[in-house]
């Protein structure tokens, strides 16, 4: 069975950084690329980050272009979002998804606040 | 950037009953590989989202075929037969055809 399964999340103040997990199993980590999605409370999706399987190739949304790094380490079968400089507007719930040119599997989100 | 346009905004719907939602896109979806990569995906309350359809009419592993998706190019419908109380939610559209991928911003089904 495939589980994504992010923490890190929390409250954080205005500027600081913060660094997302994201715990995969059931499938071949390393075979697959992965994303971030976020939702703003009460919002819809939007996507933030992508890494092909490799770490070969990330794509970011323009909005955390020079602030969130997205990484993975497939031999501890996880995946990263580092975010720093976070403004009010990143609060959100975070999802990790793992890509299949779709977003095939979903993890159950992390809370992140910002607020000072 | 592809702008997904959904509607309606919100419906609602009769158990045992059809809803159609429709999805635009700014641009073609078609792939230079020739896929389109158009997906349907439902956020049920209090849930992360989950895949119903890919490539615009393949149903994801596990997903009834009350769900059924047609389109091409820039316009796509989902459609939901003999709907079902497990049925409520934000139903999203969302393109991987190009980065940034981009979402619609929802449509929700009331019972």
Redesign the interface.
Known sequence: EVQLVESGGGLVQPGRSLKLSCLASGFTFSNYGM?W?RQAPGK????VA?ISSSSSYT?S??TVKGRFTISRDNAKNTLYLQMTSLRSEDTASY?CAR???????????VMVTVSS | DVVMTQTPVSMSVSLGGQVSISCRSSQSLVHSNG?T?L?W?I?KPSQ????LI??VSNR?SGVSDRFSGSGSGTDFTLKISRVEPDDLGVY?C?Q?TQ????????TKLEI
């Open positions: 994303n999605i819809g999706l939007e996507w992508s794509y949304v323009d999802y890509s299949d040119n779709n977003l095939d599997y979903w993890g159950q989100g | 896929n990569y997906s995906y956020q992360s989202p989950q895949l890919y490539k994801f999203y969302g991987s980065y940034p991928l981009t979402f619609g911003s929802g």
